[in-house]
């Protein structure tokens, strides 16, 4: 494939309670979106910045294809709350309410849900360990790590730590430990999660190849998850993130997650900067 030039790139800028994305459209032509330039576009000083870089395209059996890469480069197979903004970008687009989304994680079902709320089926948390997945076999529900975390799988994995007071935990230091343990191969997303009243949780996360954020919808589902399995909670919770708060319900058919979305910008990436950096 080959990069089209002569009037740049386009991207829009996006995010989900903080949780902020580069969107490309792949529908009218081909991009070749390298792991060098994901990170290049990261940069949020040399740029534009970016939590994960979402990509749009077709095929498949839904309305278009969704491909992530983390602020590192490396590839993401989910992400709830750029799928939710995609979502809310496609239905102004296509006037429709409901769509189906496909990612490298599975189909995805989006519908509107008013008040300028987004709410995504992220599937079924895989809860085996082969499918988190983890190094060996391990009790997903109780972690042989400091701290008994909890194991889940949202198309990505998961490491979640209930905690006294999720505020006290130094997650720049913590996160990156936990993300690159042993027990996970693939590396994790990690989430220190405090109890706050019934059926609600407050929430931190570091993400694998992105860092501390402000909101992530995938660690949001596994939270809600892993409260449920153990008893915390309910099927049902509202999860509040450093940018905001998002409604999580488990649902016999997946993992549904609910919040607002906001499209920022517009912009065009220069050749200049696109021949620099690739």
Not at 106 to 111: N, P
Request: glycine content about 12%; charged content about 20%; proline content about 5%.
């Amino acid at each position: 494939m080959t990069r089209a030039r002569a009037t740049g790139l386009p991207f829009m800028k996006m995010h989900g309670l903080g949780n902020d994305f580069v969107v490309l459209d792949a529908r009218a032509r081909a991009l070749d979106v390298t792991p060098a330039l994901a990170r290049a576009l990261a940069d949020r000083h040399f740029g534009v910045g970016f939590d994960q870089l979402a990509v749009i395209g077709t095929g498949g059996e839904g309305d278009a294809h969704l491909t992530f890469l983390n602020a590192d480069g490396s590839a993401s197979a989910a992400c709830g709350n750029a799928t939710r903004c995609i979502a809310r970008f496609l239905m102004t687009e296509t006037g429709r309410d409901r769509l189906v989304l496909t990612t490298d994680a599975g189909r995805l079902e989006a519908v509107e849900a008013g008040a300028g709320r987004v709410s995504v089926n992220m599937g079924p948390p895989q809860t085996d360990w082969r499918a988190v997945p983890l190094a060996s076999e391990t009790d997903t529900l109780h972690l042989p790590i400091d701290g008994d975390p909890v194991a889940t799988g949202m198309g990505n994995p998961h490491c979640t730590f209930f905690v006294e007071d999720a505020e006290a935990v130094d997650l720049a230091s913590f996160g990156p430990a936990i993300e690159h343990h042993p027990l996970y191969p693939e590396r994790t997303n990690v989430q220190v999660a405090t109890l706050t009243g019934p059926d609600r949780l407050r929430m931190r996360v570091w993400e694998r190849g992105a860092g501390i954020t402000l909101a992530s919808g995938s660690s949001s589902c596994a939270t809600a998850v892993a409260a449920a399995r153990r008893g915390l909670t309910g099927r049902a919770v509202t999860i509040d993130l450093d940018g905001g708060t998002l409604d999580v319900d488990w649902r016999e058919d997946g993992v549904w997650m609910t919040g607002p979305t906001a499209h920022v910008f517009d912009g065009v990436l220069t050749d200049d900067w696109l021949e620099a950096v690739t």
